[in-house]
């Protein structure tokens, strides 16, 4: 299995300002996603992190607001840009493929970041 | 579009009752499924998968093809059993890996 940490846990944050959110794994991975779960609601997927390349949107999410970096096979920031009091929302990075491991199909999920934007 | 639908928010039953949350997908490819469980401040940790056929908790799951369904049941539910649960498909083809996920079910088991 794969342990992953997301930083910070939780933060509130004004309106206008941005924050950036760590998603740290102990080992390589092939895929890594950004997810968003809104207050009462199910998980979306916000985009795939690409290592080396620019990260793959979903259909409603586009890159300048939501950058997100992938320098290595270990670590992806999201950032939210310019936030509103509608991004209010938990924030998950999850992890599929160990890398150089056999494929158990199953995908592990960071214990996501609160984010209250006032 | 793949689609999860969930149809029960809020599922209340007695310990040692019978429990089945429902869960009914779309997907025009090979469908791939999922159940995932959150407890109570915990993060979302995966339950169990259609493709190993197994048993998690004393829940199972069985995808009906025919009728597009992964229902997950177990005969005797337990009070911690109490938690969030989540249906999700994952993509194949050039979207492999991404999840859709069902809007979720909170179950409660009553003492």
């Known amino acids: 299995s794969a342990v992953i940490s997301q930083k910070p846990s939780r933060d509130i944050c004004q309106r206008g300002t941005s924050l950036t959110i760590q998603c740290q794994v102990d080992?390589?991975?092939?895929?890594m996603f950004w997810y968003r779960q809104q207050p009462g609601q199910s998980l979306t997927l916000i985009a795939t992190a690409n290592q080396g390349s620019e990260a793959t949107y979903e259909s409603g999410f586009v890159i300048d607001k939501f950058p997100i970096s992938r320098p290595n096979l270990t670590f992806s920031t999201l950032t939210v840009s310019n936030m509103s009091p509608e991004d209010s929302s938990i924030y998950l990075c999850?992890?599929?493929?160990?890398?150089?491991?056999?494929?158990?199909?199953?995908?592990?999920f960071g214990p996501g970041t609160r984010l209250t934007v006032l | 579009a793949q689609r999860v639908t969930q149809p029960e928010k809020l599922l209340s039953v007695f310990k040692g009752a019978p429990v089945e949350l429902k869960c009914n997908y779309s997907?025009?490819?090979?469908?791939?499924l999922f159940w995932y469980v959150q407890y109570s401040r915990q993060r979302l940790q995966l339950l169990l998968r259609h493709i190993s056929r197994e048993s998690i908790k004393g829940f199972t799951a069985d995808l009906n093809k025919g009728e597009t369904s992964f229902h997950l049941k177990k005969p005797f539910a337990q009070e911690e059993d109490s938690a969030m649960y989540y249906c999700a498909l994952r993509l194949g083809g050039t979207s492999y890996g991404k999840l859709t996920f069902g809007q979720g079910t909170i179950l409660t088991v009553h003492p």
């Open positions: 080992s390589q991975v092939t895929m």
């Open positions: 999850s992890v599929d493929g160990l890398a150089g491991v056999r494929s158990y199909n199953e995908q592990f």
């Open positions: 997907y025009s490819g090979s469908p791939e």
